[in-house]
């Protein structure tokens, strides 16, 4: 017996066969490149038949579905709407999956939530009740686990927090992404640098000796650390963001850990100390002293391990379900 964990973002699609305990059986990644439309869909059809086909052949039956997808998954249709993927404004997904594989349980959510849950199942979070997993990559993200559940609001769009707003007043610049991705997200990370190399008349920084329009978060990551003025200005000014990002979800939500991931955290996950020291200044004064700032233990794997969790769950969901309606 088996479970299939599907990862899809808006580049790549990751498919793992793991057991009831977490173990991985079976894993495989692989580009999206160019596809689109139904051509996603049909991507991931063809890898859930080499998966079925492979745990049939060696008595790994697959017993559940999940799926992490890159947006929103609206529970009330199974349709998907997710803007990376073009054609995927209202995918009708779930009804292609199922479709496809018949009376074998699926349950999709978005990747916010994964990963979280894959924190709780296998990573950092594991005994906790109250937990948020901060993603800050090309986006920026929040899954947030309250009293043993995920957090999905009324329309399932919990977390979205690349829109909370982190000062006035409002340019039309936000309209895209939000204030705090704008400024604070990987994407946003190069958007203040090259701003400020415009700005630079002195020409006279690491980050100026490289083309302007290919300069990365990466790139300003490995400036910081050399001590580069404009690449320390903006990584500083993240960390206060970022810190009152913290201070935020601390107030509202009382959690017991922040795990931060995504691309940033990586190169960002020595400044949780600065970021914490700036969330002080910010919290609510009792709850900021009870919470945890750690990095993901799962790293890239977290919505992979989620979407694994997703599918036990659901299997022992449809399990009762049988036996009651028996």
């Known amino acids: 017996m088996s479970f299939l964990a599907i990862d899809l973002g808006g580049t790549k699609l990751a498919l793992a066969l793991f057991t009831g305990e977490g173990e991985i059986l079976k894993k495989e990644i692989l580009p999206i490149d160019k596809r689109e439309g139904s051509q996603v869909g049909g991507l991931i059809l063809e890898k859930i038949s080499d998966f079925l086909e492979y745990g049939n052949s060696t ?19 199974g349709t998907i709407w997710a803007p990376s993927i073009k054609g995927w404004d209202d995918y009708p997904l779930l009804k292609e999956i199922k479709d496809f594989v018949g009376d074998i349980p699926v ?17 950092n979070a594991r005994g906790c009740n109250d937990a948020i997993f901060l993603s800050v990559g090309t986006g920026i993200g929040a899954g947030i686990l309250i009293n043993g559940d995920i957090l999905q609001g009324s329309s399932d769009i919990s977390g979205c927090i690349g829109w909370m707003s982190m000062l006035v007043p409002f340019k039309k610049e936000f ?19 090259k701003a400020a190399l415009a700005e630079d008349s002195e020409n006279s920084t690491i980050l100026s000796t490289l083309v302007l329009d290919d300069i990365t978060s990466h790139d300003v990551f490995d400036a ?12 500083s000014q993240c960390v206060e963001f970022w810190g009152v990002a913290v201070a935020n ?78």
């Open 59 to 77: 008595g790994n039956k697959i017993k559940a579905i999940g799926v992490s997808i890159p947006g929103i998954f609206r529970s009330a249709t």
């Open 175 to 193: 309209t895209e992404c939000g204030c705090f991705e704008y400024f604070a997200s990987g994407t946003g990370i190069a958007r203040m640098a």
């Open 249 to 326: 979800l601390v107030s509202l939500f009382n959690p017991e850990k922040i795990i931060f991931g995504g691309g940033v955290f990586g190169p960002a996950l020595p400044l949780l100390p600065d970021i914490y020291n700036e969330a002080l200044k910010w919290a609510q004064p009792v709850s900021i002293k009870d919470v945890e700032l750690t990095g993901s233990q799962l790293l890239g794997d977290a919505g992979l391990y989620g979407a694994g969790y997703l599918a036990i769950k659901e299997s022992l969901k449809s399990s009762f379900v049988k036996r009651k309606n028996y």
């Open 107 to 123: 349950k999709i959510d978005n990747d916010r939530a994964c990963y979280i849950l894959g924190e709780v199942w296998k990573g």
């Open 224 to 235: 910081y650390k050399k001590g580069d003025k404009i690449a320390v200005a903006v990584i």
